[in-house]
């Protein structure tokens, strides 16, 4: 078995654009490995013609038979892939599209894990509040404060329409984010009031902002659940504090109904799920949260995954039925599927069971 160059930048740089080039078939030039000279020319040493601007290193005697990458050598005829090496290319395409969607998609897996976790010890309304204080429910938090209580919620702004959070004085230390865990609102000691009580309006996607704002820190929520948390800094102070901090619907602004507070009790991780778990829980927020303009070069990704906005899936370890289909439809050869109601099997990412970060 040949040894593999080592794990590098320089390296990582030399294999993606090795493997990109072989990927246009027309192309003349012939990838090869990156821990490889060309056949019948020596190394380049640093200060020659080949690192000067402008300058071309020497072309190859002959043209390799094969190219080494993740998935094996990548077969090669007169310097172009084979069929089986067009299909390699395609599964590398695979696992490197997968990795950044994995990526791209941790911050709102990681909020959706808390989000199951209030679901899970009894969350029943849009407004409710989870309190993570016993030692069980506190430890599936990942970076937990043994010191304070957390308390959780997170609204679904299509169901309730604008939400008011309403927020008392006290030693509280609060935050309002998207699902997303991007930052839209400090509140309590972390706030504009500095601990005082204060008002925010929070509009959901496609939802118009009332008339009457006035006294009210106005958000605009990019998606369509929030995630809305605080910690309570004197745990011996949360019977007092947590009745004072409330959610509601502007419609019930007149009549705020009293805080509801549930005390989690449930043991739970929040770290991300594993394996096809994973892509079950995109596949649950895509078909959630709105698209946003930064997101579109993702959602095309997905697609040609078999995760597709507005499509219902459901994960099976179906195969394509054929090169072309799977060329034509997702250009992908995966070991997972999902296929859609009334559609062929749609390819998928190439994850193996039990993946993780």
Known sequence: MKDHAPITRRNTLLGATTLAAALVLGSPMAPAPVNAQPVGTSGVAPGTAANEPGKLAPLPDRLPSSVEARVGPVELQRG?????????????????????????????????????????????????????????????????????????????????GPLVLDYGPGKIAGIVMDYWQRPQLDFGLTGPEKGEAGKALIVGPGQKVPNDVAGYHVIQMPTRVAFIGYRVLDRSEKDKLTPLNKLYPYSERNNPPPAKVIAATKDYTQSAPRGLAYWEAVNELIQREPVEDRDRFFYAMLRDLGIEKGKPSSPTNARPSSSKMRRSSARRSPRLSFTRSGSSAITTARMPAGNSR
Not at 115 to 142: C, F, M
Request: charged residues 20%; proline residues 6%; without cysteine.
């Open 80 to 160: 172009m892939p084979t069929q089986k090496g067009i299909e390699q290319l395609f599964e590398i395409q695979d696992f490197q599209s997968a990795t950044q969607l994995y990526q791209w998609a941790i911050p709102a897996i990681g909020v959706m894990g808390w989000h199951r976790a209030s679901i899970a010890n009894g969350k029943t309304e849009e407004t409710d509040w989870v309190i993570y204080d016993n030692y069980v429910p506190r430890q599936g938090i990942l970076t937990p404060n043994t010191e304070v209580s957390y308390v959780m919620a997170f609204p679904d702004l299509e169901k309730t």
